[in-house]
């Protein structure tokens, strides 16, 4: 196998901190709840750039941050250890069936997305939602994944890292793990631990296959796993702020708790 060329993670944290230069701490005033986009869509979509401004801060919050920004300055690192010893174990037998891995890439690459978004508007009309809250349940899913998408493709730039099977210079980090975890996170924030556990577990399986599959090093998944977890969590706690939602989340079939 080629020797892969290394770039140093920290590549990735100076682009956090070029985000954290554009980023004054000023939250936007917001209209609360948030309007119809379909009875009110210029309501809305005056709306949209503040609720998105006020997420995307959430993502430099430290303080709010801090236990995932140490175990991702901890596990990241760490995880480039294995990278080698993981693929030449892979390279001689993979641990996954063909069959069950093509289920991991699919969920990963976007279908997971869209069929989280219909199972959330399902949801919403079983359980008699206004209609903007479930638009909102909605969107958080979009936009985390896609903001999660959109930095991860950053830094696969900033890196220019080769694929251990040689087809690019893509690697790191894994967009499919960055992805399902983003998604995993926004259900968590949605609905709680009862339907977050098991995503977060379809997230992993996920990573696994990328490993599998040989389109990524463990280091890869690991650092896709941290950006999604990462950025879903941080438009989650938006969302909840918007819809008073307790940070323990609340399973889907209950009233939304107050503060």
């Keep these: 196998m080629k020797k892969m060329t290394k770039k140093p993670f920290y590549i990735s ?30 309501q809305y979509l005056q709306y949209y750039p503040p609720h998105y401004w006020n997420g995307l801060q959430k993502t430099l919050d430290w303080k709010s941050n801090a236990p995932l920004f140490v175990a991702g300055a901890i596990l990241i690192p760490m995880s480039f250890l294995g990278d080698q010893p993981l ?24 279908w997971g997305n869209y069929a989280a978004a ?9 359980q008699h939602q206004p209609w903007n809250k479930t638009f909102s349940q909605i969107e958080l899913l979009a936009t985390s994944t896609i903001t999660t998408a959109l930095v991860t493709e950053a830094i696969k730039l900033a890196t220019h890292r080769e694929r251990p099977n040689e087809e690019n210079y ?13 998604l995993a996170a926004g259900l968590d924030g949605i609905y709680g631990y009862k339907i977050g556990i098991p995503a977060y577990l379809m997230a ?24 999604g977890t990462w950025i879903g969590k941080s438009f989650s ?10 940070a323990t989340g609340s399973p889907a079939i209950s009233i939304t708790i107050p503060f």
């Design 170 to 182: 893509k690697s790191f980090p894994s967009g499919h793990s960055s992805n399902s975890f983003a």
């Design 204 to 227: 992993i399986f996920v990573a696994s296959t990328r490993i599998n599959d040989n389109k990524h090093y463990l280091s890869d998944v690991v650092a896709g796993a941290f950006i």
């Design 87 to 110: 693929q030449e174990n892979v390279a001689k037998h993979n641990f996954l069936p063909e069959n069950i891995s093509r289920i991991g890439y699919i969920y990963g690459h976007r």
């Design 13 to 42: 944290i100076i682009c956090c901190l070029l985000i954290k230069t554009g980023l004054n701490g000023v939250e936007l005033a917001l209209k609360l709840p948030p309007p119809n986009p379909i009875a009110q869509p210029l």
């Design 118 to 126: 219909v199972a959330v508007g399902i949801n919403g009309v079983i």
């Design 237 to 246: 706690r938006q969302y909840q702020l918007e819809w008073q939602i307790s």
